[in-house]
């Protein structure tokens, strides 16, 4: 394989096929004659990261603009990212105030689409799975949905409860399936079947990078070095998480294949994985459209790692106690980790953030189920194309759908539509 004019490029080995990240050598080799241009080097990336039952109601606020934008308590985890930052208000979905609480403000989410009752599963394509099936082709991934709670089959109230276990759904009678196994939605990214033993990644493309990184310039070898110490690292500790704890050993790496059944121990160690490896898909271009649900709307975690562990996460969002705010903020921590991992993989001229939106969402603002606005934020830079470090309020606006903010993304993302769910026209402001 000629790595260097291959236009998508991987190193290979037995059951293995690893995606590389941006590296400029392989860049100029594919296109020689194109001349280096700061806002076409590197694809632009999308992540959905959502969080169920809203926020601390008197928490969830900013205002101001760049780098003096003060930010409430629970988007405190994001200070460092205020000047890439795009903190929305007042957008809503017509559909979520009709039907039940929870699953038709959920189910819908990212579509807008009504809902079906009576135990019946119908709502919309939603539009993360509109770029995947249009623009998907371009990955080995046309997406990556992950979550960090299991979905829920039952019927509660005459909705089905899988309208709060899905953001993404492929067409409106089929949510995509969620992976919430770390070392499957490893495999994913690297490996051709999830059946090719336990080779270690790194140890089957190994021979492979070593002839590649005899091509690569400088700069670009210690890049191709430290995205495989990445990649190795999350390796590990896939491994090590699916060990009791009482054995694992802190950097060593582990003796036994990665777990291919059950989940990490800690929840705090679930989503952290599950981050990585989001960041991991979106850095090496196995896609370009990733969804990472955190909790399901109605959710049941717990939290004894923040010292949180008398009620479930339905219960507390119940109330703007002390421990709601706690529990919030750890959610806000998994978004600032994603765009400070992305904001550290240089792609040319600019970051891997700045490449990329952030979206983070819940499908109300607070637990009391107020869904007549939702909570947004938006970081990143989206290659050039959303400025940072505003405040956008749509209360008062009668076209405020939520609807309007997707096909400003898809559009920036480069698929634009005239139409998507309620709304005909993208929000310019964006």
Same mark, same amino acid.
């Given at each position: 394989?000629?790595?260097?004019?291959?236009?998508?490029?991987?190193?290979?080995?037995?059951?293995?096929?690893?995606?590389?990240?941006?590296?400029?050598?392989?860049?100029?080799?594919?296109?020689?004659?194109?001349?280096?241009?700061?806002?076409?080097?590197?694809?632009?990336?999308?992540?959905?990261?959502?969080?169920?039952?809203?926020?601390?109601?008197?928490?969830?606020?900013?205002?101001?603009?760049?780098?003096?934008?003060?930010?409430?308590?629970? @988007?405190?985890?994001?200070?460092?990212?205020?000047?890439?930052?795009?903190?929305? $208000?007042?957008?809503?979905?017509?559909?979520?105030?009709?039907?039940?609480?929870?699953?038709?403000?959920?189910?819908?989410?990212?579509?807008?689409?009504?809902?079906?009752?009576?135990?019946?599963?119908?709502?919309?394509?939603?539009?993360?799975?509109?770029?995947?099936?249009?623009?998907?082709?371009?990955? $080995?991934?046309?997406?990556?949905?992950?979550?960090?709670?299991?979905?829920?089959?039952?019927?509660?109230?005459?909705?089905?409860?899988?309208?709060?276990?899905?953001?993404?759904?492929?067409?409106?009678?089929?949510?995509?399936?969620?992976?919430?196994?770390?070392?499957?939605?490893?495999?994913?990214?690297?490996?051709?079947?999830?059946?090719?033993?336990?080779?270690?990644?790194?140890?089957?493309?190994?021979?492979?990078?070593?002839?590649?990184?005899?091509?690569?310039?400088?700069?670009?070898?210690?890049?191709?070095?430290?995205?495989?110490?990445?990649?190795?690292?999350?390796?590990? $500790?896939?491994?090590?998480?699916?060990?009791?704890?009482?054995?694992?050993?802190?950097?060593?790496?582990?003796?036994?294949?990665?777990?291919?059944?059950?989940?990490?121990?800690?929840?705090?160690?679930?989503?952290?994985?599950?981050?990585?490896?989001?960041?991991?898909?979106?850095?090496?271009?196995?896609?370009?459209?990733?969804?990472?649900?955190?909790?399901?709307?109605?959710?049941?975690?717990?939290?004894?790692?923040?010292?949180?562990?008398?009620?479930?996460?339905?219960?507390?969002?119940?109330?703007?106690?002390?421990?709601?705010?706690?529990?919030?903020?750890?959610?806000?921590?998994?978004?600032?980790?994603?765009?400070? $991992?992305?904001?550290?993989?240089?792609?040319?001229?600019?970051?891997?953030?700045?490449?990329?939106?952030? @979206?983070?969402?819940?499908?109300?603002?607070?637990?009391?189920?107020?869904?007549?606005?939702?909570?947004?934020?938006?970081?990143?830079?989206?290659?050039?194309?959303?400025?940072?470090?505003?405040?956008?309020?749509?209360?008062?606006?009668?076209?405020?759908?939520?609807?309007?903010?997707?096909?400003?993304?898809?559009?920036?993302?480069?698929?634009?539509?005239?139409?998507?769910?309620?709304?005909?026209?993208?929000?310019?402001?964006?």
């Amino acid at each position: 394989m000629n790595v260097l004019t291959n236009r998508r490029t991987f190193l290979r080995g037995l059951g293995v096929t690893m995606a590389l990240p941006w590296l400029e050598t392989l860049h100029a080799a594919r296109w020689p004659a194109t001349p280096r241009r700061s806002d076409g080097d590197a694809p632009r990336k999308l992540a959905v990261l959502f969080s169920g039952n809203g926020f601390h109601s008197r928490e969830w606020w900013a205002k101001g603009e760049g780098a003096g934008m003060e930010l409430g308590k629970v @988007l405190s985890p994001l200070t460092e990212f205020r000047q890439r930052l795009v903190f929305v $208000r007042g957008l809503f979905h017509a559909e979520a105030q009709k039907g039940n609480i929870h699953r038709s403000q959920t189910g819908n989410l990212l579509s807008g689409a009504p809902l079906a009752s009576g135990g019946e599963i119908r709502s919309g394509t939603s539009f993360d799975q509109v770029l995947a099936q249009q623009l998907g082709a371009a990955t $080995r991934l046309p997406s990556l949905v992950l979550g960090c709670e299991k979905s829920n089959p039952s019927v509660h109230k005459n909705y089905s409860m899988l309208y709060s276990s899905h953001l993404s759904w492929s067409k409106p009678t089929t949510p995509v399936p969620l992976e919430i196994f770390p070392a499957l939605a490893f495999d994913r990214l690297f490996k051709d079947t999830a059946e090719q033993g336990d080779h270690r990644v790194l140890d089957a493309v190994l021979a492979d990078g070593k002839r590649l990184r005899q091509r690569l310039g400088a700069a670009d070898q210690q890049k191709l070095e430290e995205y495989l110490e990445s990649v190795g690292d999350v390796e590990r $500790r896939v491994g090590a998480a699916g060990r009791p704890a009482s054995s694992r050993a802190p950097a060593v790496a582990p003796t036994m294949a990665r777990p291919e059944d059950g989940l990490p121990e800690g929840l705090d160690v679930h989503m952290r994985l599950m981050c990585d490896i989001l960041v991991l898909a979106l850095q090496t271009d196995t896609t370009r459209f990733a969804t990472l649900k955190l909790n399901n709307d109605h959710s049941s975690q717990r939290f004894p790692h923040l010292g949180v562990d008398a009620m479930i996460h339905h219960l507390l969002s119940h109330s703007d106690s002390a421990d709601w705010l706690k529990v919030n903020q750890f959610f806000l921590e998994q978004v600032a980790y994603i765009a400070r $991992r992305l904001d550290a993989i240089q792609e040319g001229e600019r970051t891997a953030l700045d490449n990329s939106v952030i @979206l983070f969402l819940s499908s109300m603002m607070t637990g009391n189920h107020d869904a007549d606005q939702l909570p947004v934020v938006l970081v990143g830079g989206g290659g050039g194309s959303l400025r940072g470090g505003r405040v956008l309020d749509y209360r008062g606006n009668p076209d405020r759908q939520m609807c309007r903010l997707y096909l400003s993304l898809m559009a920036k993302l480069g698929l634009p539509l005239t139409k998507f769910g309620d709304a005909t026209a993208a929000l310019a402001e964006v």
